[in-house]
């Protein structure tokens, strides 16, 4: 299927090497998801989004925008298509407004037999918005439609009510989409993020997390570091939470997701986990 990077930060950073130059980066996973590629970043709150159905590593312009990026929030997708042709607006991460979504994950038989019934759901002005042919639009629409019912959604929304909204989305895309057919299963794994908030759940697609370093190597010359910067919080705020369908070569502490887990961070840092819609603070790494 796809593959998902997720990084969200105290500091403006470069993902050149999380995109690119690491041993196992995204471009470099693009080679089994050569479908397309998308990376969305924050500049002064407004997300800038750059999408191509080219394959990533071979596409100059991915390897160009990976170079420049350097951003607190940074959403990127690398496509094995399952639903939908290979077009510019079948690419992750999808916008609108402030929020980008990415998707890795599949709902089985998506046109034949669930297409109307999720866009039911989906409010009438959101449902206008969505341009391309993949299940992922359509589920990020409906996240869109959940999130509307704590408050506009050009307003912020505290990192509880995102991760409610998420979880609520993919609860009722399983329902809707039901009975499978025996051998079929909806793969649910997603990021989403306002520039502020982020917040990922494991649908079925692996999924990993870090807010720590094992030893930071800018350590003597970063301003922003703290102790959560090289061990496991103890206060529930960190000053970075990435999340990535494979763990990156590097210093970065790598935990799994598990599945039906949901971990978001608000814009004060502080890191919520929900596992079966009961909400934890995050304290350890």
Not at 73 to 85: C, D, E, F, I, M
Not at 92 to 107: A, I
Not at 159 to 185: F, Q
Request: hydrophobic share 40%; with cysteine; aromatic share 8%.
């Amino acid at each position: 299927m796809c593959r998902l990077f997720g990084f969200r930060s105290v500091i403006p950073s470069a993902v050149h090497r999380s995109l690119v130059a690491a041993e196992n980066a995204l471009g470099i996973q693009s080679a089994g998801h050569p479908d397309g590629w998308g990376v969305a970043y924050y500049i002064d709150g407004a997300p800038h989004v750059t999408r191509s159905p080219a394959h990533a590593l071979s596409d100059a312009l991915f390897h160009r925008v990976s170079g420049v990026v350097s951003s607190e929030t940074v959403l990127a997708h690398v496509r094995k298509a399952t639903q939908g042709p290979l077009t510019v607006l079948n690419c992750h991460p999808f916008q609108y407004g402030r929020w980008v979504f990415g998707h890795n994950g599949d709902v089985p038989r998506f046109h034949q037999a669930w297409r109307k019934t999720l866009l039911a759901e989906v409010a009438p002005r959101l449902r206008r918005f969505i341009l391309g042919e993949t299940d992922s639009e359509v589920v990020f629409m409906l996240f869109l439609t959940r999130l509307e019912s704590f408050g506009p959604l050009d307003k912020p929304h505290v990192v509880d009510d995102v991760l409610e909204a998420l979880e609520t989305t993919i609860a009722d895309v399983r329902s809707l989409c039901s009975p499978l057919e025996e051998g079929e299963e909806a793969f649910l794994t997603c990021i989403a993020t306002d520039g502020t908030t982020m917040a990922a759940h494991q649908g079925g697609k692996g999924l990993y997390w870090s807010s720590h370093k094992e030893r930071c190597a800018d350590r003597d010359t970063c301003p922003s570091l703290s102790a959560e910067c090289e061990a496991p919080s103890v206060t529930g705020f960190v000053n970075h939470l990435i999340f990535s369908s494979e763990p990156l070569q590097g210093e970065n502490v790598w935990n799994p997701m598990r599945p039906g887990e949901t971990i978001g961070v608000d814009w004060r840092m502080r890191v919520a986990r929900r596992e079966s819609g009961k909400p934890r603070l995050a304290v350890v790494g």
